[in-house]
T-cell receptor, first 115, second 116 residues
């Protein structure tokens, strides 16, 4: 089975800290995605990547950056955490463009609280 | 614009009742895919089904069934004889290929509570 692993299940950080959320997938998927999930807003796309060292902004990229130095790893960075970034963060991967119907495989999520 | 609407925010049913979760979508693509995902309390979204735009046959899998109707841009999900383990948040999703991107757009989710 494809596995997407997010390094932390729960995180508590202070306002202004630089925060790294890590995501690793083990099935050689080309595409990786970061979403945040908030009540009433569903899943909103922050950033995504189709290949190593490439990234594209999603719908809500402000306050975030990403890094993809290796195919299997996609990191989400909060440059200076703020309380409005308290949320559930979900990482997902998918096979490739040509397999659009393949669907996503999700990680278990990281619940981040910024105090 | 691409959009997925799940108008039901929360539904509560008593065990063994049937329940239908609604999903309405908007897209300009002629070829697209629709999905349903389940998010149990553990947090991980689990894939349930995908349907392509050319296949309007209904699908049944055990107690789950899906009704896809292009005429009304809907892809509804029915659980027959609901069980407590069905309690979860359910998301409908649509492929989005605008601007040359390949990603999914999700609805806001429907929280289903099945009471014993």
């Amino acid at each position: 089975d494809v596995k997407v692993t997010q390094s932390s299940r729960y995180l508590v950080k202070r306002t202004g800290e630089k925060v790294f959320l890590e995501c690793v997938q083990d099935m050689d998927h080309e595409n990786m995605f970061w979403y945040r999930q908030d009540p009433g807003l569903g899943l909103r796309l922050i950033y995504f990547s189709y290949d190593v060292k490439m990234k594209e902004k999603g719908d809500i990229p402000e306050g975030y950056s990403v890094s993809r130095e290796k195919k299997e790893r996609f990191s989400l960075i909060l440059e200076s955490a703020s309380t409005n970034q308290t949320s559930m963060y979900l990482c997902a991967s998918s096979l490739s463009h040509s397999q659009l119907n393949y669907g996503y495989t999700f990680g278990s999520g990281t619940r981040l609280t910024v105090v | 614009a691409q959009k997925v609407t799940q108008a039901q925010t929360e539904i509560s049913v008593v065990e063994k009742e049937d329940v239908t979760l609604d999903c309405v979508y908007e897209t300009r693509d002629t070829t697209y895919y629709l999905f349903w995902y389940k998010q149990p309390p553990s947090g991980e979204l689990v894939f349930l089904i995908r349907r392509n735009s050319f296949d309007e046959q209904n699908e049944i899998s055990g107690r789950y069934s899906w009704n896809f109707q292009k005429s009304t841009s809907s892809f509804n999900f029915t659980i027959t004889a609901s069980q407590v383990v069905d309690s979860a948040v359910y998301f409908c999703a649509l492929t989005d290929t605008t601007s040359g991107t390949y990603k999914y757009i999700f609805g806001t989710g429907t929280r289903l509570k099945v009471l014993a």
